[in-house]
């Protein structure tokens, strides 16, 4: 089974900054890397797929990059609606695991 | 609109079983894999399982931490998918949510249900 590693864990940032979270994959994944927002008590909502796709409706501050084993999600300006936990999912092959998740908490 | 609606969540103790429903509209369903993705209290999100669709002959994969003990199953003639879950433990309590993967083949989950709460106790 392919684990995902997400870091850091949690993060601390202010509105305005740049923030990139990462995920790294135990084997090649190809491009099919999706990460995922969510806020409490709410289901999450995909950002991007395979890789560095934007989901329709998702604002262009949020991008992604990466293949093989090494992804990162960037926020190139923090917006106070941004704050949440954020996880990476490898839809490689089943089991189609996620990462331990990223807290993106306001400084 | 697509809609998926789960149900059937609920108190259990440790060692029974327990069978959520998830009710799906607003899209192709039996041409959909139809997923499970679990979440415990305070905790990351975890993949459960799938089920694919009949041309894919109703194949199904599960987490190795739930293997031999859930089995998910679906009837397409209701547009339902289910998750039986036996010889439940405490570890298994969380919240169950039902989604399924987008049609155009990029394999992500797109659409998710509001989550029913499992939780395993004596």
């Known amino acids: 089974d392919i684990q995902m590693t997400q870091s850091p864990s949690s993060l601390s940032a202010s509105v305005g900054d740049r923030v990139t979270i990462t995920c790294r994959a135990s084997?090649?994944?190809?491009?099919?890397l999706n990460w995922y927002q969510q806020k409490p008590g709410e289901a999450p909502k995909v950002l991007i797929y395979v890789a560095s796709s934007l989901q329709s409706g998702v604002p262009s501050r949020f991008s992604g990059s990466g293949s093989g084993t090494d992804f990162a999600l960037t926020i190139s300006t923090l917006q106070p609606e941004d704050f949440a936990t954020y996880y990476c999912q490898q839809s490689y092959s089943a089991p189609y695991s996620f990462g331990q998740g990223t807290k993106l908490e306001i400084k | 609109e697509v809609q998926l609606v789960e149900s059937g969540g609920g108190l259990v103790q440790p060692g029974g079983s327990l069978k959520l429903s998830c009710v799906a509209s607003?899209?192709?369903?039996?041409?959909?894999?139809m997923h499970w993705v679990r979440q415990a209290s305070g905790k990351g999100l975890e993949w459960v399982g799938r089920?694919?669709?009949?041309?894919?002959?109703?194949?199904?994969e599960y987490a190795a931490s739930v293997k031999g003990r859930f089995t998910i199953s679906r009837d397409d003639s209701k547009n339902m998918a289910y998750l039986q879950m036996n010889s439940l433990k405490t570890e298994d309590t969380a919240v169950y949510y039902c989604t399924k993967l987008d049609s155009s083949g990029a394999y992500y989950h797109d659409y998710w249900g509001q989550g029913t709460l499992v939780t395993v106790s004596s």
């Open positions: 089920i694919r669709s009949k041309a894919n002959g109703y194949a199904t």
């Open positions: 607003g899209f192709t369903f039996s041409g959909s894999a």
């Open positions: 084997q090649s994944i190809s491009r099919f």
